[in-house]
């Protein structure tokens, strides 16, 4: 039973168009949520978190929208450019995870494809 | 430069064989992790290890063992017990909030 779920694998946008990137969970437990972006052939980068006390976190062109009685969230990117092309993967904890100095497991969905075209 | 190092960065192995994964940091992290990703899929732990000579295991440890005699070394062994080894695996490293992956091995079972 997959508990964080990407329904896209792929998606492609213009330069300097938004990019949004939806992921969806299904536990309720669940109050910590991050995006990773990887290139190929590279171990994943932390890119933008937020906890469940806030429904949105801004970092510069990256966006994340948490509904929490959705249990959906989303990372906006504005705008986008060529070098966001990679895999972003969205992650989820029940309390702080380990990779943020917590003590608690994060769980991975599979990933997004993000391609974007000059 | 500070990072984290996985070698080899391809990895071939018979079936039926054991193979050691290597990953050191010389970040002076404390944690360490080891993370498997199949085409398709997120990152699933194998096996953590928050301090020096303790360890547990993760979502999918049959078939792996680690060891973490020093704080910089945090090996993982693909043993023959695993039934489908052929993935590529992620060491990552954390020290009070500041997380980093390393580049990965990709392993291939012939």
């Known amino acids: 039973d997959q508990q964080v779920k990407q329904n896209s694998p792929s998606l492609s946008v213009q330069e300097g168009r938004i990019s949004i990137l939806n992921c969806d969970y299904t536990?309720?437990?669940?109050?910590?949520f991050l995006w990773y972006k990887k290139y190929p052939a590279e171990g994943p980068t932390f890119l933008i978190s937020i906890s469940s006390i806030k429904d949105k976190n801004e970092d510069g062109r990256f966006t994340v929208f948490l509904n929490k009685s959705a249990k959906h969230l989303s990372l906006h990117i504005v705008p986008s450019q060529p070098g966001d092309s990679a895999v972003y993967f969205c992650?989820?904890?029940?309390?702080?995870?380990?990779?943020?100095?917590?003590?608690?497991?994060?769980?991975f969905g599979k990933g997004t494809k993000l391609t974007v075209n000059p | 430069d500070g990072g984290i190092t996985q070698s080899p960065k391809y990895l071939f192995r018979k079936e039926g064989q054991n193979v050691t994964l290597s990953c050191e940091q010389n970040?002076?992290?404390?944690?360490m992790y080891w993370y498997r990703q199949d085409p398709g899929q997120g990152l699933r732990l194998i096996y953590y290890?928050?301090?020096?000579?303790?360890?547990q295991k993760g979502d999918i440890a049959e078939g792996y063992s680690v060891s973490r005699e020093k704080k910089e070394s945090f090996p993982l062994t693909v043993t023959s017990a695993q039934k489908n080894p052929t993935a590529f695996y992620l060491c990552a490293s954390n020290r009070g909030g500041l997380e980093f992956f390393g580049p990965g091995t990709r392993l291939t079972v012939l």
């Open positions: 290890s928050q301090i020096v000579n303790d360890f």
């Open positions: 536990n309720s437990m669940f109050d910590y």
């Open positions: 992650a989820a904890s029940a309390g702080m995870p380990h990779l943020q100095g917590g003590s608690e497991k994060l769980v």
């Open positions: 970040l002076n992290h404390d944690a």
